[in-house]
């Protein structure tokens, strides 16, 4: 990390969910010569700046962001060559990898909650505002996946995916019950806030543009012509998405895997990301406001 100390959070974090958010906000085409501005690149541009003078960017986090932003814009390419297109798949599959498993330095993710009880009987929980897993989502949905537009098609998402999220909610935490991993318990911590803000803007925004928006997404396209290629891309996003939790144990894995194939099931019925997000999103909030967070300390 440079010399200096690192400044307060608001800046940059506010900036990079102001980025998160204006991926749905469009300038109408009457309004400009070009068909479309690309509104979220603003603050994005103003986020890397603000991380750069707070500590939390360091020189060779922005090349990674650049080999990042870079193999996205390749693999949008259309036309575009086949080995042009994978190999920019390729890269920023590998990339956006090693950003949201934070192998790649050159990024001083802030801690906002450190070893918290959020439960008597809970592992103690900590929590990151982390930039670099944020950005794979902003390379992703700002680069290579349409996103929703008018209020009829938000309508019509959520009415389709309503019934599947709630099936996905019941199963999930009544399997965690029975496997012991957590307790009915519910509450509202101090924390609440901060952690759906952090967990709906950064993290189930990323995770879903990754393994649904581009994972699921190209398979589904890549395989269109295999009898059973839509439901092979399903099942591979859900184990990729299961191995990334391989942190947690093998229980948190299953877990994982079974939520992933719900996440994938309302993509693969919606093509839709947004409806992954917020299915994910509001998964996470009824575990974490109505069952013991993260995790039970014995089971």
């Not at 749905?24 to 603000?50: C, D, E, G, N």
């Not at 290579?144 to 909610?169: D, F, K, N, Q, Y």
């Not at 184990?239 to 079974?258: C, D, K, R």
């Amino acid at each position: 990390m440079r010399a200096h100390q690192r400044r307060p959070v608001g800046i940059t974090f506010g900036l990079l969910t102001a980025s998160v958010l204006a991926l749905w906000v469009s300038v109408p085409r009457t309004w400009v010569k070009w068909k479309q501005i690309a509104v979220w690149a603003v603050p994005t541009l103003a986020t890397l700046a603000a991380a750069w003078a707070g500590g939390y960017l360091e020189p060779l986090g922005l090349l990674w962001v650049a080999a990042l932003f870079g193999f996205a814009a390749v693999a949008a390419r259309d036309p575009a060559p086949a080995w042009q297109t994978w190999s920019g798949c390729l890269g920023l599959v590998v990339i956006a990898a090693g950003l949201m498993t934070h192998r790649l330095p050159g990024f001083n993710n802030p801690q906002v909650l450190s070893a918290v009880l959020l439960r008597p009987d809970a592992l103690p929980f900590s929590l990151h505002l982390n930039l670099d897993k944020t950005l794979v989502g902003l390379a992703i949905l700002g680069l290579c996946h349409a996103r929703m537009g008018g209020t009829w098609e938000w309508r019509l998402v959520l009415r389709l995916s309503a019934p599947w999220a709630g099936v996905l909610i019941a199963v999930l935490m009544f399997v965690s019950l029975r496997v012991g991993y957590v307790r009915w318990d519910p509450a509202w911590p101090d924390e609440t806030l901060l952690w759906m803000w952090v967990n709906l803007c950064f993290t189930c925004f990323a995770e879903e543009a990754l393994f649904r928006g581009f994972l699921q997404a190209r398979l589904s396209d890549a395989l269109a012509g295999f009898g059973a290629g839509q439901w092979l891309a399903w099942v591979v996003s859900a184990v990729a998405f299961g191995a990334a939790h391989a942190g947690g144990g093998p229980t948190y894995v299953g877990l994982a895997t079974l939520a992933g194939l719900g996440y994938g099931w309302i993509y693969r019925k919606t093509r839709r990301v947004e409806a992954s997000i917020l299915t994910h999103f509001l998964l996470n909030a009824v575990h974490f406001v109505g069952f013991t967070y993260p995790v039970l300390a014995v089971r």
